[in-house]
């Protein structure tokens, strides 16, 4: 199965991308993991991306469609993948039509992950994380420690990150809507688009994918 992955940051879509991927036996393609493979292999798309990093500046979609292209020609993609954060503008996903054209293939299933976005705000903003460990991580609302601002596992303190702040959350979600949201637009009108509903347990989401698919149990 070839299948894109899309939703909003705090959908919880790398979570579920990797348990999909492990579901259907298909790899999980990252944009993440690509330019991270990629730049510490000093590829010549890893150098070219390095060096707008470097910069400050936004990496060219021809380097991440160059990057995933390479990654879907790797073996183990030949019967399928999930991409996970690619394509991630409606030139990204023409391009990717092109490409599985020139190859005879096409996609069976774009997956919209859906939450609602004040609940998206909640889940982010909310988040602490410990200073000692960045796996010791709780929320303010759902998952308190037992002592405010104090890890329960080491003792470390607990800090918000930048990242995860009201401001900079409505901010990612609105790059989102303009840069990202159009290419379900796109999706539907090849009647790709399965919507699935992102609330409620890990577990519950992945199942509801795999239903949708057709691969449930
Ligand atoms: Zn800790």
Excluded: W
């Excluded at 705000?121 to 200073?131: N, S, T």
């Excluded at 796109?186 to 009647?191: C, I």
Aim: with cysteine.
């Amino acid at each position: 199965m070839r299948i894109v992955l899309v939703g909003p940051p705090g959908a919880g879509k790398g979570t579920q991308a990797a348990y999909l991927a492990k579901n259907l036996a298909i790899p999980h393609i990252s944009t993440g993991d690509l330019f991270r493979a990629n730049i510490s292999q000093g590829t010549p798309l890893g150098v070219e991306a390095k060096s707008y990093m470097d910069a400050g500046n936004l990496v060219p979609d021809s380097v991440t469609i160059g990057m995933a292209e390479d990654r879907m020609e790797q073996p183990d993609a030949a019967d399928g993948f999930l991409l996970d954060g690619f394509p991630r503008n409606l030139g990204q996903a023409e391009a990717l039509d092109a490409y599985l054209k020139g190859k005879d293939l096409e996609l069976d299933a774009v997956l919209d992950l859906e939450v609602p976005e004040d609940e998206v705000v909640k889940r982010i903003a909310g988040r602490r994380i410990c200073r000692k460990d960045s796996s010791h991580v709780f929320h303010a609302e759902y998952n308190k420690p037992k002592t405010e601002g104090v890890c329960d596992v080491c003792g470390g303190e607990l800090y918000q990150r930048d990242d995860d702040r009201e401001e900079t959350v409505r901010k990612r979600l609105e790059v989102y809507h303009t840069e990202t949201e159009p290419i379900i637009d796109y999706y539907k009108a090849q009647d790709l688009v399965i919507t699935i509903p992102a609330l409620g347990k890990v577990a519950e989401v992945t199942q509801r994918a795999m239903n949708a698919l057709g691969s449930g149990e």
